[in-house]
């Protein structure tokens, strides 16, 4: 009988490792997301382009038609967040937007290059707001399923995970602009817009396929009971319960991390949408050349995602924010100083998109750390405010600065709002998450109860 006992427990402290993800759940819950990251990746850096060199638009306008998919985000993705907290389906909350919203979206998107290659600007922006629609319907609700189907200390990784697929995409399609968009003045974009649509059907596809949103929400909830989180505190912080909407000190740290976020898009945004601009004027980089250099900043993210991730496990989400802005502040500041291009300016790009991994994968989990059970998606939603009122304002500013100022100012006005982001940091004193030690002891203490138990 002791024998049997000690197998069963042997055997569960190798099923119930939980300071790892669960990688097939993990995966397949960062497709949707992957698949309308391929869009944004180009809409930063084609969009201006085709502003710019077809419909002959000045920098100032086409950073105003730049915020155009933040505004309608900025109500869009607060408004389905929160539905998505209510719909109750067979299928779960999320996964009916996701699936309706990624296929209208991956129907329209063609038709942005075509309204470009016919030269057309009243089809080209109708069916640009009806794409930016389409998207906004899913966004929210596909980054807040994440935190639904994993338990709390391994957000990080999980979130980190979810830009990592998200950066694997942004490369995919980075080295497709390379190939298919040649340095001419009035490039046919078609090819590109069409690999987007395949990339955002097929990931809907495997995503409907093999995953089970009751299925893998239950199954996250057995493993954080197996942690020793009681259940009123498995979606959200140790504050517990809904006093933590109206606690004065958590509503303050929840403010800091949102103008964090606001801050944060704001240098992050202006690098990513005016970057192909930039590098045109400064470097003089024409087509699609100037994806070269996104791309090493890309993959620099791409592999830091993980590893950046154990450091906000091991020293918390706070300490790691630090470290992202510092990073993105010093990878500005030296591009800013490299007034021709050269190789080395691969290394500060390099150093800029560590810092912008960093930074993304601390922030959102700090906001859903102080969510509770039901409001989930209406906190992604707040991040989504956040980010998107930046991501308004920050095209137009960024691109006032560089027609009237100069475009070698783009990267410091981008080093100015990281380094402006570390100050709220300094006020937060609730979302940070539980170290690995933290979990450790947690499972340890569970694994203890029920061997003495006998289960």
């Known amino acids: 009988m002791q024998e049997a006992v000690q197998t069963k427990a042997s055997r569960a402290k190798k099923t119930r490792s939980l300071t790892s993800l669960d990688w097939r759940r993990t995966i397949l819950v960062t497709l949707p997301f992957m698949g309308a990251l391929t869009f944004w990746q180009a809409y930063d850096g084609l969009i201006p382009l085709m502003l710019k060199n077809t419909f002959g638009l000045g920098d100032t306008a086409t950073g105003f038609f730049m915020a155009l998919d933040n505004i309608l985000a900025l109500f869009m993705l607060p408004l389905t967040g929160y539905l998505s907290d209510k719909l109750d389906t067979k299928w779960g909350r999320r996964t009916p937007f996701i699936v309706v919203g ?8 063609p038709m942005i290059a075509i309204a470009n290659t016919w030269k057309n600007l009243p089809l080209f922006m109708a069916v ?22 994993t338990p709390r200390p391994v957000r990080s990784k999980a979130d980190a995970f979810n830009s990592l697929m998200a950066a694997v995409g942004g490369v995919f399609i980075l080295v497709a602009i390379s190939v298919l968009v040649p340095a001419v003045d009035n490039p046919d974009y078609r090819p590109v817009y069409f690999v987007i649509s395949g990339m955002v059907i097929l990931t809907t596809i495997i995503f409907v396929v093999c995953f089970n949103e009751p299925k893998e929400v239950a199954a996250m909830h057995r493993e954080s009971a197996e942690l020793g989180i009681p259940e009123e505190e498995i979606d959200a912080s140790d504050e517990g319960g809904k006093e933590r909407e109206t606690n004065p000190a958590i509503r303050r740290s929840l403010l800091c991390v949102l103008v964090c976020v606001f801050l944060y898009f704001m240098s992050q945004n202006a690098i990513s949408s005016g970057f192909s601009r930039y590098a045109d004027a400064v470097w003089g980089m024409q087509g699609g050349s100037y994806a070269m250099v996104q791309t090493a900043a890309t993959l620099a993210a791409l592999v830091a995602y993980m590893p950046m991730a154990s450091v906000a496990c091991h020293i918390g989400r706070k300490r790691t924010t630090y470290i992202g802005l510092v990073f993105m502040v010093l990878g500005c500041v030296l591009i800013s100083l490299s007034t021709t291009f050269s190789p080395v300016v691969y290394l500060w790009t390099i150093l800029f998109g560590i810092g912008t991994a960093t930074v993304s994968l601390t922030i959102y989990p700090m906001i859903v750390e102080l969510a509770s059970t039901q409001t989930t998606g209406r906190y992604t939603g707040y991040y989504y405010t956040a980010s998107m009122a930046a991501q308004v304002i920050t095209p137009i500013l960024s691109g006032a600065v560089m027609q009237f100022v100069g475009y070698a100012q783009l990267y410091l006005y981008g080093a100015t709002f990281a380094a402006l982001a570390i100050v709220p940091v300094l006020f937060v004193r609730h979302g940070d998450t539980l170290t690995m030690g933290d979990v450790r002891e947690r499972q340890a203490n569970w694994e203890a109860e029920h061997t003495e138990k006998g289960e």
């Open 102 to 109: 990624s296929l209208i979206a991956a129907l329209l998107i």
């Open 128 to 149: 640009l707001v009806l794409t930016l629609l389409a998207l906004s319907t899913y966004r929210a609700p596909s980054v807040a399923l994440m935190p639904d189907v």
